[in-house]
C-alpha cells in the first residue's frame, strides 16, 4: 500500500491544496496503516495533512478523528466544531456527528452530546453508530429508559433472529411504554 506523503511547506511556501478526492484517498491510506497501539504517526499525518490543506474541512475532520484515536478529546473537539462550521458533507459530516457527539459525551458534556447526536439521527436515520452514541450519551444524561427504547427499536430493526421477529410487537410495545411512560397493548399507537 502506498502511503500519501504531504511535504512540509516553510512559512513562505503556499500550503499545498488537494481536491477532496485526494484528501478522502490520503485518509483512506492513512487510517488503513493506522495502529491503536501507536497512535503518534496516525496524529502526526493528520496534522500535516490539516496543516497543508488549512481551510479543508475534510482536513479539518481527520485531524480531529486522529486527535480521538490517540485518546485525546479535548483537542479533537475543537477540530470537529471547525470542520462542522467549515462546511462538512457527505460520509465524512455522517461519521463526524458521531466523532463529534462522541467526544463530547467523553468530556462530560452530556447534553450537548445527546443535542449533536439527536441532530445527527434527524439527518442520518440508518446510521447504527449514531444511533448507539447517541443511546449511550442518553443514559449517561440520565435518560436510561428512552435510551433503552433506541436499542430495542434497532435491535428489532437490524439483527436477523427469528425469536426476535417473533417477539417484535412486545419489543415495540416496550420500547413505546419506556419513551411514553405508560404501557398500552399497541404500543401507544392507538393514541
Known amino acids: 500500500m502506498v502511503r500519501t506523503r504531504i511535504p512540509t511547506s516553510t512559512s513562505q511556501e503556499r500550503p499545498m491544496l488537494m481536491s477532496t478526492e485526494d484528501l478522502r484517498g490520503a485518509a483512506a491510506n492513512a487510517w488503513a496503516e ?48 471547525a470542520a462542522f462550521d467549515a462546511g462538512l458533507d457527505g460520509e ?21 452530546s445527546v443535542e449533536i447526536l439527536a441532530e445527527g439521527h434527524w439527518r442520518f436515520p440508518d446510521d447504527v453508530v449514531i444511533r448507539c452514541y447517541l443511546a449511550l450519551a442518553m443514559h449517561s444524561a440520565g435518560r436510561s429508559a428512552p435510551a433503552l427504547a433506541l436499542m430495542l427499536d434497532l435491535a428489532v430493526e437490524r439483527i436477523d433472529d427469528p425469536d426476535l421477529t417473533a417477539g417484535t410487537r412486545a419489543l415495540r410495545n416496550y420500547a413505546a411504554a419506556l419513551r411514553n411512560g405508560y404501557w398500552t397493548p399497541d404500543g401507544g399507537a392507538g393514541r
Open 92 to 112: 465524512e459530516l455522517r461519521r463526524a456527528f458521531a466523532g463529534r457527539g462522541s467526544t463530547l459525551r467523553n468530556l462530560g458534556r452530556m447534553e450537548e
Open 34 to 81: 493506522a495502529r491503536p497501539d501507536a497512535p503518534a504517526p496516525t496524529v502526526r499525518f493528520f496534522e500535516s495533512l490539516h496543516e497543508q490543506n488549512p481551510d479543508a474541512p475534510i482536513a479539518m475532520f481527520h485531524r480531529a478523528r486522529a486527535l480521538d484515536f490517540s485518546g485525546r478529546a479535548d483537542l479533537a473537539l475543537p477540530f470537529y466544531e
